[in-house]
């Protein structure tokens, strides 16, 4: 069976960190590309950043640029997103989701998802 595990999330002041993990399991995780997404209340999910399988190649939506880094663990089954100079506007719920077949920020390429972990940014 395959799980998408998220944790890390909490409440943080604008300005500051988080790191989000992604541990998964019940498939060969090397195969699979992994990616962040988000919503917000009364908005639609969006893709903030993936990660490719084998060689780790790393897309990002323009509102995390420079911001955000995505990164993995092949010998945990964990990917991670180091989340810094948070914003309110970063506030959602955070889904980590994989793929076999698609690597990028479009949600309808990811077949297996996360149940979410909830970020929120004081102002």
């Known amino acids: 069976e395959v799980q998408l595990v998220e944790s890390g999330g909490g409440l943080v002041r604008a300005g500051g960190s988080l790191r989000l993990s992604c541990a998964a399991s019940?498939?060969?995780?090397?195969?699979?590309?992994i990616g962040w997404f988000r919503q917000a209340p009364g908005k639609e999910r969006e893709g903030v950043s993936c990660?490719?399988?084998?060689?780790?190649?790393?897309y990002y939506a323009d509102s995390v640029q420079g911001r955000f880094t995505i990164s993995k663990d092949n010998a945990k089954n964990t990917v991670y997103l180091q989340m810094n100079s948070l914003k309110p506007e970063d506030t959602a719920v955070y889904y980590c989701?994989?793929?076999?077949?698609?690597?990028?920020?479009?949600?309808?390429?990811?077949?297996?998802w996360g149940v979410g972990t909830l970020v929120t940014v004081s102002s």
């Open positions: 989701a994989a793929s076999s077949r698609y690597e990028g920020l479009n949600l309808y390429g990811f077949d297996y």
């Open positions: 019940g498939f060969t995780f090397d195969d699979y590309g």
């Open positions: 990660i490719s399988s084998g060689h780790g190649s790393t």
